[in-house]
C-alpha cells in the first residue's frame, strides 16, 4: 500500500453539495408542517441540522479510520446488523409507525436497523468476497453462501415491511458478486430466481399488490393508492423548467404526503423546475463516477469491493427514490440520499461516505 494522501477532494464536495441542497429543501418542504405541527416551522430543520453535523463528524472519523481494519471487524459488524433487525421485530423494543415497525429508540430519538445494515452488509461482503479470490468462480463456494445471506437479510427487512430497502440490498449484493467475479451464467440465473421472489414479496400482502395496480394507472384511485403518486406528478409537473422559486411549492400544503422525506425530490421539481431535478441528477452521476473511479484505483480487493459496494448503495438508492417519485416503479418507501429527512439515514449515508474518501487516500492514482 503506498502511502495515505489527500482524499478524493471531487467526491467530498460533491457529498457536502448534495448535504446542502438537502438541508435547503428539508426546511422549505416542512416548514408548514412543521408550524402546523409543532407551531416551529425549524422544526424538522433543526433536527436535520443536528444529525447532518452528527454525520459530518461520522464522515472525518471515517475518512482518517483506515479501511483495512474493517476488514477484521467484518464479522462482527454484521452480527450487530443482524441483531439490530431481530430486535427491532420484538413488540415493545421495535417502534411501530404508520403500519411499519422500523425503528429503535425512545421518543423523537432513534435509529433504523435497515440503515445500520446496509453499510455493515456492504463491509462483510467485500471483506468475505475478497477473501475468497478465484473461488467465486464456482457457485457453491462463491455465489451460493451469499444468496442464502441475502435472503436472510432480506427476509428480516421485508418482515419489518421494507421491500424498497430488501431489494436495494440484494441488488448491491448482486453488483458485488459480479464485481467479485462471479461467473455471469450464475449471476444471469439468481437475476431469473429473483423474478418469482420479487412477484411473491408484492403479491403476498394486498397493500403492495394495491401499490402496483395503483402504478399501472394511478389516476383510476385518486384518493387512495394514486393519491400519492398522482401527487407527486402535480409537483414535477408545476415546476415546469425553472420552477415556482424556492420556498412556493404549493404540493408542501398537506396535498403530498411525506413531502419533506421520501418525496422531497417532487418539491425540489416544483420548486427549481427541470433544471433543478437535472442538477440533482447529474451530481448523483457525479459522485457514481467518482466513486466507482476510487473502486478501480483501489490498492487491495477488499478496497476496491468496498468501494463499489459504498457507491453502488447510494446510487441505487437515488436512483430507486426519483424513480418512484416520478412514477417510473410502483411506490416503496426509500429515502433520497443526502436530502431526505431522516438520522439514520443520513448518519450511515455520510459514514459511508467517510470510508469512500479513506479508500480515496491510498489509491494508485
Not at 189 to 201: D, I, K
Not at 240 to 251: D, E, M, T
Amino acid at each position: 500500500m503506498k502511502n495515505r494522501g489527500y482524499p478524493d477532494m471531487a467526491i467530498l464536495f460533491c457529498a457536502l453539495i448534495l448535504l446542502g441542497i438537502g438541508l435547503v429543501m428539508v426546511f422549505s418542504a416542512s416548514a408548514v408542517k412543521s408550524m402546523v405541527l409543532y407551531g416551529d416551522r425549524f422544526y424538522y430543520l433543526k433536527r436535520q441540522l443536528a444529525w447532518a453535523a452528527i454525520g459530518i463528524a461520522a464522515m472525518l472519523f471515517s475518512m482518517n479510520f483506515e479501511y483495512r481494519h474493517l476488514k477484521r471487524l467484518a464479522p462482527l459488524i454484521l452480527l450487530g446488523g443482524l441483531g439490530l433487525l431481530v430486535i427491532v421485530l420484538i413488540p415493545g423494543i421495535g417502534r411501530a409507525a404508520h403500519g411499519a415497525r422500523r425503528w429503535i429508540g425512545v421518543g423523537s430519538l432513534g435509529i433504523q436497523p435497515s440503515e445500520v445494515m446496509k453499510l455493515a452488509f456492504v463491509i462483510f461482503l467485500a471483506a468475505s468476497m475478497s477473501a475468497k479470490g478465484k473461488k467465486m468462480r464456482a457457485f457453491t463456494t462463491g455465489v451460493l453462501p451469499y444468496v442464502v445471506l441475502c435472503g436472510v437479510v432480506f427476509a428480516l427487512i421485508l418482515k419489518q415491511p421494507d421491500l424498497g430497502t430488501a431489494v436495494a440490498i440484494a441488488a448491491t449484493a448482486g453488483i458485488m458478486l459480479f464485481a467479485a467475479g462471479a461467473s455471469m451464467s450464475h449471476l444471469l440465473l439468481l437475476a431469473m430466481g429473483a423474478v418469482p421472489v420479487l412477484y411473491w414479496a408484492v403479491t403476498s400482502e394486498e397493500y403492495r399488490l394495491r401499490r402496483f395496480l395503483a402504478f399501472l394507472d394511478p389516476w383510476s384511485d385518486l384518493q387512495d393508492t394514486g393519491y400519492h403518486i398522482v401527487q407527486s406528478l402535480y409537483a414535477l409537473g408545476s415546476g415546469g423548467p425553472l420552477g415556482v422559486g424556492l420556498g412556493w411549492s404549493r404540493q408542501k400544503f398537506f396535498y403530498l404526503p411525506e413531502q419533506h422525506t421520501d418525496f422531497i425530490f417532487a418539491i425540489l421539481g416544483e420548486e427549481f423546475g427541470f433544471l433543478g431535478t437535472s442538477t440533482l441528477i447529474l451530481l448523483f452521476f457525479f459522485f457514481a463516477w467518482r466513486g466507482y473511479r476510487v473502486a478501480l484505483n483501489a490498492p487491495d480487493v477488499f478496497g476496491s469491493l468496498l468501494a463499489c459496494g459504498i457507491t453502488t448503495m447510494i446510487t441505487l438508492q437515488a436512483v430507486i427514490n426519483i424513480a418512484v417519485v416520478t412514477a417510473t416503479i410502483p411506490i416503496t418507501g426509500i429515502p433520497l440520499p443526502f436530502l431526505s429527512s431522516g438520522g439514520s439515514s443520513l448518519l450511515f449515508t455520510m459514514t459511508g461516505v467517510g470510508i469512500l474518501l479513506n479508500i480515496s487516500r491510498y489509491t494508485t492514482e
